[in-house]
């Protein structure tokens, strides 16, 4: 599988990412596939995050209950549990609606992107993927998150003449 950009070489990628230096935040990944974990987490250490690696729902539900991630990378495709079950899951829990959560998937059809995104997913990567747009989108996802959550109160509420 081909994770990579074309026409550059490791050396190009890594000294471009260099670049983008961010605070330590926490990125979940669920993908069953140890190689392409693996090189996510290789990739956004590189970029000063934190990153855990799940090959399964159970192993990142345990995970969840402990901590939560600043954002999550989910395949759809796992064993025993699929990734769109667990997004429903993840939004359905108020202490984990406003997590991030880009699918990271092989289902490359019009139907299974517009799926993951109705079904709330805040991004759609397809595989194979390049790592520095998968960091870009990840920076990108990370930085409208904490702009809502930096938000007052008062700045959330919508008023219509006398309506709030």
Known sequence: MDISLPGFSLFDIRAYMS?????????YCVEDDESIRELVGYALHGQGYKVE?????EEFYRALKMAA?????????LPGED???????IRSRKENENIPVIMM?????????????????DD????????????????????RATKYI??????????????K
């Open 124 to 143: 759609y990567v397809t595989k194979p993927f390049s790592i520095i747009e998968l960091v870009a989108r990840i920076k990108a996802n990370i930085r």
């Open 69 to 77: 991630p600043d954002l999550v990378l989910l395949d759809i495709m």
């Open 53 to 57: 690696g799940f090959g399964s729902a």
């Open 19 to 27: 670049s983008w230096r961010v605070c330590m935040a926490l990125i």
């Open 105 to 121: 998937t092989a289902k490359t059809s019009e139907f299974d992107v517009v799926r993951g995104l109705d079904l709330g997913a």
């Open 150 to 163: 930096n938000v007052s109160h008062e700045e959330k509420i919508i008023q219509i003449k006398d309506l």
């Open 83 to 89: 990734g769109l079950t667990i997004l429903k899951k």
